[in-house]
């Protein structure tokens, strides 16, 4: 504990000087003070041109991909239309990124097939996408596409006749106009056909991004003065907001946009590259030195990521998660540049570490094939920005990696994550209290995974498959089940009558699910770690309606490695709202008495119950009964479920869950439940293990590898408790459970 304190001091007080942005005035003169008065100045500048012609004619690489790009270019159709070019892109707008690529193989080539080429797509792109909106329909749910049209009007701007420049941009200009119109987009439809907008505090890559873009490009360009400096201000006004949120989500441990490591990992740290690389063109500065915070992503992924029985990275599923493999996908874009804004962050040892675990950078030609992918959000200009450590010089830092610490409290996220280790047959879980951000947040405030060789207490459900034909149909499996508390491992109370707030529409929401009516608003009261344990303790009362629920507090002790003591206090307002501990799993639980257990992959998981003294069990699942609730299933949509079984995936989404809840009517219930985790063909039978009372405490006496653990909780002051761990009559530690927050920052 005493020399993660020392770090922090040193780190915090680094974050509190580089952390304080300037005013909004001063980026602002800065940007006009220095955006160049000719084109291209978006992504490119004339100088940044010239140095990326020298490397696309000495270095391998970049100049196998530059001929791949002209190969590309070369075989779009002359007929320009959305079946012509069906396959030049993936998603609805299939004209603006090959519009951009012809116009980059123009730039680097300066053969003139390419520019008229690119101001031909152009053209069709800049008409559809008023078309688009015209006839109800959405361009996409991200922007990527559309800045990339915006670069090919930069880039081909002294290619452009006087008339094509005024037709092409003005129609530019009138649809990120309308684009910015986010209650028309909402009130129309649009949104919910794919249409997405996502404000400064979220992904932010819908067409809230657009802004700053359309300002650069048509900055005092005589199409529309005011529009373009209107643009250009809100676009920064915008991305300052985003970069600071951000930057105060992450802290000094780290983290993203939202605590969903599909998202923040994903599409959303592109739009941080995208500004961090346009605002280096204009003004020769590294901003992203500004938000430290940001640039600690890799560190939270890290203790996000579980290293599977296989090998493969894992994520523990929660948030937005699909849930079909639960694989964490690494985001080849952000580890590939990384060390063009952090160079100097200990973080790069973690993205090294990332590299070396992906397949995708075995070789690196693939890499920089990634490029000219028919993905949104690859621009051909990576093939100039890419630099990275390669894999195959890859040394595994052990020193590093043992030096970090078992566990770590992101305190803005609401996630604790815990690990014996970052090896195949380590153990992992993930305890969520205390979020800050609303953000793809779940109403699983208390909620926590396990996995030790595959998923066992697992986060349930699926995601609904927004731009799906028929998406709306997983609407009653989204708003019933999959976001709510139901669905995960905690505990709910049911106030007959209760009702839910649906989505898209109210009408959505229909099932009393018994849990809490708010995402956020969970506290962490205590949390620490060390070389033994980690201790965290929730109170969730607070999402709960206040009409039934008076207390609800979870004390959560991991004993490293596979020992796992959960204590919940539970008061509702009435006896007669009933309380449930939910434990959802992959297969069956076999039921022994106080025990049951079940195996997912090559793990195991075994609860033994100690309280309440007179506790009832259901088991709940199986075909027809997966997502059960207040007496009926909510399954996924019809479509959904033949594109899982035409594609074979098999879903880890949970099909069963055990319920347990106290025999009698009672206002106030305690849960004692004791967790042992293993390898299915080592773990046999569950360890001996004891209710144990002193005085005004109770807990669990357990022996494990010779050493024998008793861990206490106090029935009057919580949350308080004690643990102590002796082997052969010599006391190994005894510790008060802390009643605070283990200061800790990331390194």
């Known amino acids: 504990m005493h020399f993660r304190t020392i770090l922090l001091s040193t780190t915090a007080l680094i974050f509190a000087v580089l952390a304080q942005a300037k005013p909004h005035d001063d980026y602002r003169d800065e940007i006009l003070a220095t955006m160049p008065a000719t084109h291209p100045r978006l992504f490119i500048t004339s100088g940044i041109l010239e140095r990326m012609k020298m490397d696309a004619r000495e270095k391998p690489l970049i100049r196998d991909g530059v001929n791949r790009l002209y190969e590309i270019v070369e075989g779009y159709p002359d007929v320009i239309n959305e079946e012509t070019y069906k396959t030049a892109f993936y998603g609805?707008?299939?004209?603006?990124?090959?519009?951009?690529?012809?116009?980059?193989?123009?730039?680097?080539?300066?053969?003139?097939?390419?520019?008229?080429?690119?101001?031909?797509?152009?053209?069709?792109a800049a008409q559809w996408y008023s078309w688009r909106y015209a006839e109800g329909k959405p361009v996409g749910w991200t922007s990527f596409s559309r800045v990339s049209a915006l670069c090919a009007y930069d880039w081909l701007y002294s290619q452009m006749t006087p008339e094509?420049?005024?037709?092409?941009?003005?129609?530019?200009?009138?649809?990120?106009?309308?684009?910015q119109d986010h209650q028309w987009i909402v009130e129309s439809g649009l949104q919910n056909k794919g249409e997405g907008t996502n404000r400064p505090t979220s992904s932010f890559y819908g067409t809230a991004m657009l802004p700053w873009y359309a300002g650069i490009v048509f900055y005092s360009d005589g199409l529309d003065d005011a529009f373009a400096l209107r643009m250009l201000d809100k676009g920064l006004k915008d991305y300052m907001t985003m970069l600071s949120h951000r930057n105060e989500m992450?802290?000094?441990?780290?983290?993203?946009?939202?605590?969903?490591?599909?998202?923040?990992?994903?599409?959303?740290?592109?739009?941080?590259?995208y500004f961090f690389y346009t605002w280096r063109a204009i003004t020769g500065r590294n901003i992203a030195e500004e938000f430290p915070g940001i640039g600690l992503l890799p560190h939270w992924v890290l203790y996000a990521a579980i290293v599977g029985a296989d090998g493969q990275l894992y994520e523990h599923g929660t948030g937005g998660s699909w849930h079909y493999s639960n694989k964490l996908t690494m985001n080849l874009r952000y580890l590939a540049q990384?060390?063009?804004?952090?160079?100097?962050s200990p973080c790069g040892k973690i993205v090294d570490y990332f590299i070396y675990r992906s397949e995708e950078f075995r070789d690196n030609a693939h890499v920089y094939a990634s490029p000219l992918w028919r993905h949104k959000g690859y621009l051909p200009l990576y093939l100039f920005f890419y630099n990275y450590s390669k894999a195959a010089d890859y040394k595994y830092d052990r020193h590093f990696f043992e030096k970090l610490p078992r566990a770590c409290l992101f305190e803005n996220l609401g996630q604790t994550y815990m690990n014996s280790g970052w090896e195949p047959g380590s153990t992992y879980a993930m305890f969520t209290c205390g979020a800050k951000s609303g953000s793809h947040k779940q109403h699983d405030e208390n909620h926590f995974v396990i996995y030790k060789g595959g998923f066992l207490a697992l986060d349930s459900g699926s995601r609904s498959a927004s731009g799906y034909k028929d998406w709306l149909d997983d609407m009653w499996h989204d708003s019933n089940y999959y976001c709510r508390s139901v669905a995960h491992n905690m505990v709910t109370i049911r106030m007959e009558?209760?009702?839910?707030?649906?989505?898209?529409?109210?009408?959505?929401?229909?099932?009393?699910?018994a849990?809490?009516?708010?995402?956020?608003?969970?506290?962490?009261r205590a949390f620490e770690t060390n070389r033994h344990y980690t201790y965290v303790a929730g109170?969730?009362?607070a999402c709960y309606r206040p009409e039934k629920a008076r207390k609800v507090l979870r004390q959560f002790v991991y004993i490293m490695p596979d020992l796992f003591v959960i204590y919940d206090t539970v008061e509702s307002v009435t006896p007669e709202q009933v309380k449930t501990w939910l434990?959802?799993?992959?297969?069956?639980?076999?039921?022994?008495?106080?025990?049951?257990?079940?195996?997912?992959?090559?793990?195991?998981?075994?609860?033994?119950?100690?309280?309440?003294?007179?506790?009832?069990?259901?088991?709940?699942?199986?075909?027809?009964?997966?997502?059960?609730?207040?007496?009926?299933?909510?399954?996924?949509?019809?479509?959904?479920?033949?594109?899982?079984?035409?594609?074979?995936?098999?879903?880890?989404?949970?099909?069963?869950?055990?319920?347990?809840?106290?025999?009698?009517?009672?206002?106030?219930?305690?849960?004692?439940?004791?967790?042992?985790?293993?390898?299915?063909?080592?773990?046999?039978?569950?360890?001996?293990?004891?209710?144990?009372?002193?005085?005004?405490?109770?807990?669990?006496?357990?022996?494990?590898?010779?050493?024998?653990?008793?861990?206490?909780?106090?029935?009057?002051?919580?949350?308080?408790?004690?643990?102590?761990?002796?082997?052969?009559?010599?006391?190994?530690?005894?510790?008060?459970l802390t009643k605070r927050i283990q200061e800790e920052a990331a390194f």
């Open 164 to 179: 094509q420049r005024v037709t092409i941009g003005k129609e530019l200009i009138a649809h990120i106009k309308q684009s």
């Open 338 to 344: 990384y060390k063009n804004f952090f160079p100097d």
């Open 497 to 513: 009558g209760e009702k839910w707030q649906g989505w898209p529409d109210p009408e959505y929401a229909v099932a009393n699910n």
């Open 583 to 736: 434990l959802h799993s992959q297969n069956e639980p076999q039921v022994n008495g106080d025990t049951f257990s079940f195996d997912e992959n090559r793990g195991r998981l075994f609860c033994r119950t100690f309280l309440p003294r007179k506790w009832k069990r259901e088991t709940i699942g199986g075909a027809g009964k997966e997502f059960w609730v207040d007496g009926k299933n909510y399954p996924l949509g019809n479509t959904r479920l033949e594109e899982i079984k035409e594609k074979g995936i098999k879903p880890i989404w949970g099909n069963w869950r055990v319920e347990l809840r106290a025999e009698e009517p009672t206002a106030k219930v305690t849960f004692l439940n004791l967790i042992q985790v293993g390898m299915a063909d080592k773990l046999g039978k569950m360890v001996e293990s004891s209710y144990v009372r002193d005085g005004e405490r109770e807990g669990v006496k357990v022996t494990h590898d010779g050493v024998e653990y008793t861990v206490l909780f106090d029935t009057e002051d919580a949350p308080r408790g004690s643990i102590k761990a002796t082997s052969d009559a010599t006391e190994l530690f005894a510790n008060e």
């Open 250 to 273: 992450a802290g000094d441990d780290g983290g993203g946009a939202n605590s969903s490591p599909g998202y923040s990992f994903g599409d959303a740290v592109v739009t941080e590259w």
């Open 92 to 124: 609805h707008d299939k004209f603006g990124d090959p519009a951009a690529r012809a116009a980059f193989a123009f730039l680097l080539s300066g053969k003139q097939a390419y520019a008229n080429k690119g101001i031909a797509i152009l053209e069709v």
């Open 539 to 541: 109170d969730s009362t």
């Open 515 to 524: 849990g809490t009516y708010k995402t956020t608003g969970g506290i962490v």
